[in-house]
């Protein structure tokens, strides 16, 4: 119990109120939940071959929590999708690749994903210490005015030959180039599981007509939970979400095919039943899914964090992939944030509801 207690007593009235939790709209036994088998359990009997399921291995197996069907993971891409002085300047020391990769294995994270720059440039150093996890596309900030869009920047052949155990992408479901994205995303999926890579996808939701009367609709349950579906079509190994923050997206935004099922009797307006929906559409937890930590607001970043997590877990989740959070402070809180965060999945007392 005293695991439970510091968790709570660092999360607040929040995250007790997660723990109490009961009666979710749709059933835990009803998906496939995180294990010490997973990889064997739901990977040995897809078409992936033997080669990705060492790599599955790898990711599952490093860490704190290898082995437990769980992960953490620490994303650091946002030179490129947010610009590199928004991103550093408060800490300058992660300017240099070297130190987020550092923070990951302090951390005894799973894995660090990152852009090829960063990974590449520290590679023969690092990639056989802890999974590396190379992002192949990305946004960029320089253009005016900005786009809803995700363009190469390597090569799956470049990720292979550093070494990395998984590629991660990014499709923006919903905007203009959505398609093209989709295509381009699947082709390198296709081709990193044919090298033996793992697969992640970010799968977010972008446009701006789905704002509807203040309220941003693009983290809605529903919407954010069919993106993650499209995700999985394509054979992403892993799913990255964010955490959903409204429900009825469909009927806010009057756009796609939807059922009045899906609000009655699948989901609500729990958080825990919002990302259980998520959940179910990875192929009722057959891809992993990973919700993000979120930006970094200061004080409130651990308690976030946590809350996140226990949302995650609860719902039938398998992680998070918090980034901000972590390396917008000092190395050494960082270390403290991941590692508080990675307690709730250590935790038996905080249950799959």
């Not at 190379?134 to 900005?146: A, D, G, R």
């Not at 081709?191 to 007509?209: D, K, P, Q």
Request: hydrophobic share 35%; aromatic share 8%.
């Amino acid at each position: 119990m005293a695991q439970l207690d510091a968790i709570l007593s660092q999360g607040g009235q929040p995250v007790e109120e997660l723990v109490k939790f009961e009666n979710p709209r749709f059933g835990k036994e009803r998906l496939h939940l995180p294990g010490p088998d997973w990889t064997n359990r739901i990977w040995q009997q897809s078409d992936r071959n033997p080669q990705v399921l060492r790599s599955l291995g790898q990711l599952y197996g490093n860490g704190r929590l290898a082995n437990t069907g769980y992960l953490s993971i620490l994303p650091v891409d946002q030179g490129i999708e947010h610009s590199a002085g928004a991103s550093f300047a408060a800490n300058p020391i992660y300017f240099d690749p070297e130190n987020i990769i550092k923070l990951a294995i302090e951390a005894n994270c799973n894995a660090v994903a990152s852009t090829l720059g960063v990974l590449g440039i520290v590679s023969r150093k690092y990639a056989h210490r802890i999974p590396f996890l190379v992002k192949l596309n990305h946004n960029e900030l320089l253009s005016y005015p900005n786009q809803h869009d995700q363009t190469l920047y390597g090569s799956v052949k470049q990720a292979w030959n550093m070494g990395a155990v998984a590629i991660g992408a990014t499709v923006y479901f919903g905007s203009p180039d959505s398609r093209r994205q989709l295509w381009e995303v699947s082709q390198m999926f296709a081709a990193a599981h044919e090298l033996g890579m793992a697969t992640v996808l970010w799968c977010y939701v972008r446009n701006s007509g789905f704002s509807k009367d203040g309220v941003n609709y693009e983290t809605a349950d529903d919407l954010s939970s069919q993106a993650n579906h499209l995700g999985v079509t394509i054979e992403a190994d892993i799913i990255k979400q964010k955490l959903p923050e409204v429900s009825n997206g469909y009927g806010a935004v009057k756009f796609g095919k939807t059922n009045k099922k899906v609000y009655d009797s699948l989901t609500s307006e729990h958080p825990i039943d919002m990302t259980r929906y998520q959940v179910l559409n990875c192929y009722a937890g057959r891809a992993s899914l990973i919700n993000s930590g979120g930006d970094s607001k200061g004080s409130s970043d651990l308690g976030e964090a946590l809350y996140t997590a226990v949302v995650n877990k609860r719902a039938g989740g398998s992680g998070l992939i918090l980034g901000r959070k972590a390396f917008k402070r000092e190395m050494s809180e960082g270390v403290a944030l991941l590692q508080s965060v990675q307690d709730v999945y250590l935790c038996d007392q905080i249950t799959i509801a």
